[in-house]
Every structure is written in structure tokens, then in C-alpha cells.
């Protein structure tokens, strides 16, 4: 059964830094792309960024750009995102997906269930 499990969501100040894993389980996602999204309350969901398994190309929403890093451990299966220089508006549930590849996300029908971030001023 595919899994996929977000962690490292909490609390941070302004400016501060929190790291996300996405744990991918029960299959190879070698073919696949990985990807975050957030959403806040009341809000659309964004896309932050996704990653390739097979050469590890990149790229970024403008939420993330200059600011949030995404990568992979492959021996893991796991997919990582490194937040710095965090903003209150980036209070949201950060969501993990596995999918197609791209902005899009129809384009990923696997979710995990959601991490929580909240950054305080």
C-alpha cells in the first residue's frame, strides 16, 4: 500500500528555518515526481516545489523561490524541504505529493496527510 508521511511541521519565529520529509513507502517512486503544496485557511493551495527521482531536476512556486530548498535521499525514499527565512504568511498545512510532475496538482494523485507550519512574528 503507498504511503506517503510528512514530518517536521511545527512552530518557528520569523526568519527562523523548519525542515519537512515526505517518507514515501510501499512502492519505488522512481519514475515519479515529488512535490509540496501548502494551503492556508481560506486559501487556495499553492504549489511550493517538486523534484525529479530520475536526474533530480528542481523547481520552485514563487512562495518558495530564493527561500525554500527541495531534495531527495534516494537510499530513503524520502523527499526533503528546507524552509529559511520564514514569513507569517507562510502559515499553512504543507502537503506532500507523488505524481506526474509539475505545478499542477491533478497532476499528483498521491497525498500524504499534511504537516502544520506556523510562523509567528
Known amino acids: 500500500q503507498v504511503q506517503l508521511v510528512e514530518s517536521g511541521g511545527g512552530s518557528a519565529q520569523a526568519g527562523g528555518s523548519l525542515k519537512l520529509s515526505c517518507a514515501a513507502s510501499g512502492r519505488t517512486f522512481s519514475s515519479y515526481a515529488m512535490a509540496w503544496f501548502r494551503r492556508a485557511p481560506g486559501k487556495a493551495r499553492d504549489f511550493i516545489a517538486a523534484?525529479?527521482?530520475?536526474?533530480?531536476?528542481?523547481y520552485y512556486g514563487d512562495p518558495a523561490k530564493g527561500r525554500f530548498t527541495i531534495s531527495r535521499d534516494d537510499a530513503k525514499n524520502t523527499v526533503y524541504l528546507q524552509m529559511s527565512s520564514l514569513k507569517p504568511e507562510d502559515t499553512a498545512v504543507y502537503y506532500c505529493a507523488a505524481g506526474l510532475g509539475g505545478i499542477v496538482s491533478q497532476r499528483y494523485p498521491l497525498w500524504g496527510q499534511g504537516t502544520q507550519v506556523t510562523v509567528s512574528s
Open positions: 523534484i525529479t527521482w530520475s536526474d533530480g531536476s528542481t
